[in-house]
Structures are given as C-alpha cells and as structure tokens.
C-alpha cells in the first residue's frame, strides 16, 4: 500500500469535519453500530495482525495475541458495555436556589480528532483512542506508525471495510504526512512515542488552541529491596525485557538495588531468562538470536542507537551481550556496576538491556529518581507495605506498582498515562471516552425566577446590597 499524498490530506480533513458537524456520528445507536465494527475489524483479523507483526517486529503470535489483540478486545467490550451510561447526561449536584434552572452536564463530542499511533504495539495503542473517539461521537483522522509498515497498511485497508469512511479516514506515511495533518485544526490530539516528536505534536496543537493528550515514554526504575521474593522478582523483571524485546514505554528500563541483593538478583534473572529462552516447538536453536519467540529491534535506526548505548558503558555485562546486524536483534542483556552518569543512563534503552545501578539504602534510591525525569512508571519489588508506602510518597510517576511489572496497563479501572515529561493526560475505559468528550454546562432558567434574580440587575442600591 503506497503512502497517503500529502496533497489529499487537506480533502480527507474536510471530509471528517462536514460529517462532523452533519451531525451523523452523535446518534449513541451510530456509534455503537462503529464500536461493534471496530471489534469485528480485530476480532475477524486476527490472523493477518499477528502476520503483520511477524513481519515488523519479528514478534511471535502468543505476544500479539496476549498484549495486542486480547486487551484491545477487552477495552472494546468495555466501552460497548458502558458508553452509553456515560453518555448520559448527569443532573449537576447544586445549590437549592438553582434546582429550578435543571443545571445538566452534557458528554458532548469534541469534534474532529487527530490520532498518531506508533509501532511497538501499533495494533492497541492505535484502536484504543480511536475507540474513544468513536464513543465519544468523534470523528478522526489516524496515521499509524511508518515503522511498522505491515500493520499499518493492513489498518489502512482494514479501517474503509469496517468504518464509516467519511468519519475515519486512514493516513499513510511518515513526517511528512504527519507534519501536514498537524497544520490542519483539530478539536483533539491524542499522539503516542517519544518525547521530541511530542514537542513537536504539542507546539502544533498550540497554534490552534487544540487539548492534546501526550503518552510518552521515559526511564522507568524498577527498586529491588532486600526483603523482595528474588525468584518472582527475576522472572517479572527479564519478562518485561523478553516480551517484544523490550520495546515497551513502560518497561523495566533500568533496576535500582542494594549490593547485598544484587549478586542473588542477577544469578535469578540468568535462571528465568534460561527457562524463557527454551528453543519453541520445532527449532532447535538454544541461541536467544534465532530464537522465534524473541522479536527483534523495529529497525536499524533504534539497533544502531541501542548498540551504541551499550557500546559505550562502563558498566560490566554480565548476561548476553550478543548481537545480530542482520536481523537487528540483541540478546537480553544485564549489566552491572552502572553509574548515574553511564551511557546507559542518558536516555530511555527502549529496548532488551537492563542496567543495574546499586545503592546503600532506600534514601539513595528514593533521591536517585527524585533526581531524574518524572518516570512513566515505577516499579518497587518488596514483602513490606511500609517501605513500599515509603517510596510511593516520596516519589512521582505516571503509574505505580508493588511486585509485578506491565499490569497497569492491562488492570481494568486504572488510569493510563504520563505525568512531567512521560506526557499527559490517560485513557482506558472510561477515561479513553472522556479524552475524546466535552462536559457542556446546560441550564435552563425559568422566567418566573426574575422574582428571586432581579436583584442582581442595576441600579445597586443599598436596599440591595443588605439583601445579599
Ligand atoms: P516516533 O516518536 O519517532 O514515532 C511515533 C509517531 O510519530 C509516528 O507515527 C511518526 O510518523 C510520528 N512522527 C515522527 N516524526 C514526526 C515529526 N517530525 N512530526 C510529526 N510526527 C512525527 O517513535 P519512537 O521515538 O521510535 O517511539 C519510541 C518512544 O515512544 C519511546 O520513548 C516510548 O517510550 C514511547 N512510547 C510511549 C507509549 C505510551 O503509551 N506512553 C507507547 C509506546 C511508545
């Protein structure tokens, strides 16, 4: 499928925008008619989209099935189950005097949305705030990531089959297509990757006084206390590494932990990722680098970076280390004695290599991160509530959670987002409708009421004034 020409993308605006305001996608019947097409489009694709990710990220079907299609379904059903309860408009609580005038709160679509996914899960975070704006009685523009090319041409095909076409329109392409959408208005922006194209998107935005909602990304520490169940510890750390190589916004990026833990940790994480590493059904590899359950890095551009990262630590690699040019691919990778001031400490890895940084104490941790970045998410491995409570208050971060790692993204009823520079705004269940919703303030006000109103109307005089 060939890119969209940037030249068409002024008419596909114009298009959303008049059915927009045709009024045709506020009807909540509408909507859910597109919201049971959107799971149809996942549910009957299933086969294609773990092709497509075969062939972007080398990422094998159990992954997408599990981290893609799975939560994406159930976000969908989600929001089929409750929107219209959403939907409803809620009666304000007020004050006695005003009771007469109905005041009312009304979901009301935003309008027109711009959604800009990216590519190491670009089946989810794609759909999911494109279901939002469905819901929400939006229309949208959508261009998925360019680096995963597969997906994003079988969304381009897939969204015309399914979709009403003159609400949501499919744009291929890369910068250039995405700088020409950004100079069009929007009443929405919902933009997921890094944090330089998020500049980008927000500065944008800002010429038209449109709300963005930013998910970026960020170093998210995961703190290791000597109390923590070493085992599960190791498993739940190296999985957030395995699982598509890394390539996570809220992964695991580095490990925060004390000398005494560290040597325990390290000689666990070796035993997980041996047993992840096992050779699938059929290969007979026992090199993780041929191993087909492990994607590879997306393309060159992010190998090369990763490698250069790791080329340039002064740290010690003490698991894997070995990489394949060809196929882009990096072996899980630990590597101790890593400093604050380590090329692997310089920006999100983004990507299978695990630093660890040890520190005496749960203070040096807790001012380590104060130090950085508000991280999008913060892991914190221990038995003990009270120092876990410890570090949550004396910390920021987009999410938080004690012993296991990923979960804030799957857990129903959580909050999905950054906070500082992870970006802002959140979505899932409710919130992805209320990203894409306005609450308009209505009130009807009774003429009978000038009785009690009148006194706000000049001339002010004193009588007046004592009755207030
Ligand atoms: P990226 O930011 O380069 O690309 C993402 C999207 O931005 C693509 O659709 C691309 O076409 C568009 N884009 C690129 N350059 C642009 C420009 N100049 N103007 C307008 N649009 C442009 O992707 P990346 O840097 O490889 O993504 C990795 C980052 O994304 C990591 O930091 C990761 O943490 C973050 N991320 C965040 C989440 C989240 O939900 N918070 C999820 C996945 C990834």
């Not at 298009?15 to 009807?27: D, E, N």
Request: hydrophobic letters at 40%; glycine letters at 6%; aromatic letters at 8%.
């Amino acid at each position: 499928m060939t890119d969209t020409n940037v030249d068409d993308i002024p008419q596909a605006h114009e298009t959303v925008y008049r059915t927009f305001l045709s009024g045709k996608t506020r009807p909540l019947a509408w909507r859910r008619n597109q919201i049971k097409q959107l799971g149809f489009l996942v549910q009957d694709n299933e086969d294609a989209f773990c092709k497509a990710l075969e062939q972007d990220l080398g990422r094998p079907a159990f992954e997408t099935i599990t981290a893609e299609l799975t939560p994406i379904k159930a976000e969908i059903n989600d929001v089929c189950d409750h929107f219209e309860k959403w939907a409803k408009p809620q009666k304000a609580k007020t004050a006695f005097s005003w009771v007469a005038a109905k005041p009312t709160v009304y979901s009301e679509p935003k309008g027109v949305a711009l959604i800009i996914g990216t590519w190491n899960y670009p089946i989810t975070l794609l759909l999911t705030p494109l279901l939002g704006a469905i819901s929400a009685g939006c229309t949208a523009l959508v261009k998925p990531a360019e680096q995963s090319p597969a997906t994003a041409a079988l969304i381009a095909s897939l969204l015309p089959k399914y979709l009403d076409p003159s609400a949501f329109i499919c744009i291929l392409g890369a910068v250039p297509q995405a700088t020409t959408l950004l100079k069009l208005r929007y009443d929405h922006v919902f933009y997921t990757g890094s944090g330089g194209v998020g500049r980008i998107v927000a500065k944008a935005a800002a010429e038209h006084l449109t709300p963005v909602t930013l998910e970026l990304g960020g170093k998210s520490p995961a703190v290791v206390l000597d109390d923590a169940n070493v085992d599960v510890v190791a498993r739940r750390i190296i999985w957030a590494k395995f699982v598509n190589a890394g390539q996570i916004c809220i992964s695991t990026d580095y490990i925060l932990t004390t000398p005494a833990m560290e040597p325990k940790l390290i000689a666990a994480m070796k035993r997980a990722l041996a047993t992840f590493s096992a050779a699938p059904p059929g290969e007979a590899s026992t090199s993780l680098l041929q191993n087909s359950a492990f994607s590879r890095i997306v393309n060159v551009n992010h190998y090369k970076r990763i490698s250069k990262l790791l080329d340039g630590t002064k740290g010690d690699i003490v698991v894997g280390g070995k990489r394949d040019d060809k196929e882009n691919k990096i072996e899980v990778t630990i590597v101790r004695n890593v400093k604050g001031d380590d090329t692997l400490m310089s920006e999100e890895i983004f990507g299978p290599v695990l630093p660890i940084v040890t520190l005496p104490d749960i203070d040096s941790m807790v001012r380590f991160i104060q130090d950085r970045e508000t991280p999008l998410a913060l892991y914190v491995f221990t038995q003990s509530d009270k120092k876990r409570q410890y570090i949550f208050e004396r910390t920021r971060s987009g999410g938080f959670v004690q012993n296991d790692v990923l979960v804030q993204f799957l857990i129903p009823g959580l909050p999905f987002g950054g906070t500082g520079q992870a970006g802002y705004g959140n979505y899932h269940g409710r919130r992805t409708f209320d990203t894409f919703s306005h609450e308009r303030a209505f009130a009807s006000v009774p003429t009978w009421m000038d009785s009690i109103l009148a006194l706000r109307y000049p001339p002010y005089t004193p009588k007046k004034l004592k009755m207030l």
